[in-house]
């Protein structure tokens, strides 16, 4: 069975400080891999990674892909207290995509 | 352009009762699904779909049911309710083809059995 894990599952970090969010997946029949912010309703949308070694960044958050070794990073610099939330990474396949469990990552102020 | 539109938002329901989840999408998207959610826990797959007339089973289909009679609507049946099925429900959708595309959301579906 295909996964896709996350790691670490629970972050606790204060203002300022910079996380790295970890995502890995096994299957090769692979499109693209996203990543999802979820606060208390639906995700909502942060990345998209199609390609190895090409990083994406919006403000604060960057996020890159490698599809050697199946895996995808998301990085937050000088976290706030709005980034606190459930990160979800999500593996698009070709017929299908697959969830990680995601990271809760709570920002102390 | 509505996006996809989920209803109930919430819903409580007796032991045995039975109901239908509303997922439909303006977009002419290919590919919709159906996940749940658990307190603490990511989203998991339980159905999902590739068209009209095609679904197939995710992570956790069990006591569910689905079908696709068109490209717009995808709903989701819980046949006899359990409080297991207590949750909150994402209907999503996005296109197949192509390199990747970005998945939306429905806002969600809160459910309680009771």
């Known amino acids: 069975e295909d996964k896709v894990v996350q790691s670490p599952l629970s972050l606790v970090v204060h203002e300022g400080d910079t996380v790295t969010l970890n995502c890995s997946y096994e299957v090769t029949n692979f499109r693209s891999l996203l990543w999802y912010k979820q606060e208390k309703k639906a995700p909502t949308f942060l990345f998209m990674l199609t390609s190895s070694g090409i990083e994406k960044k919006s403000g604060r958050l960057s996020s890159i892909l490698d599809k050697k070794e199946l895996f995808s990073i998301l990085n937050i610099t000088a976290t706030q207290t709005g980034d606190s939330a459930v990160y979800l990474c999500v593996r698009v396949g070709n017929n299908d995509m697959r969830f990680g469990a995601g990271t809760r990552l709570t920002v102390k102020p | 352009n509505a996006g996809v539109t989920q209803t109930p938002k919430f819903q409580v329901l007796k032991t045995g009762q039975s109901m239908t989840l509303q997922c439909a999408q303006d977009m002419n998207h290919e590919y919709m699904s159906w996940y749940r959610q658990d307190p603490g826990m990511g989203l998991r797959l339980i159905h999902y779909?590739?068209?009209?007339?095609?679904?197939d089973q995710g992570e956790v289909p069990n006591g569910y049911n689905v079908s696709r009679s068109t490209t717009e609507d995808f709903p989701l049946r819980l046949l006899s309710a359990a409080p297991s099925q207590t949750s909150v429900y994402f209907c999503a959708s996005s296109y197949i083809r192509g390199p990747g595309n970005t998945i939306y959301f429905g806002e969600g579906s809160w459910l309680t059995v009771v």
């Open positions: 779909s590739v068209g009209a007339g095609i679904t």
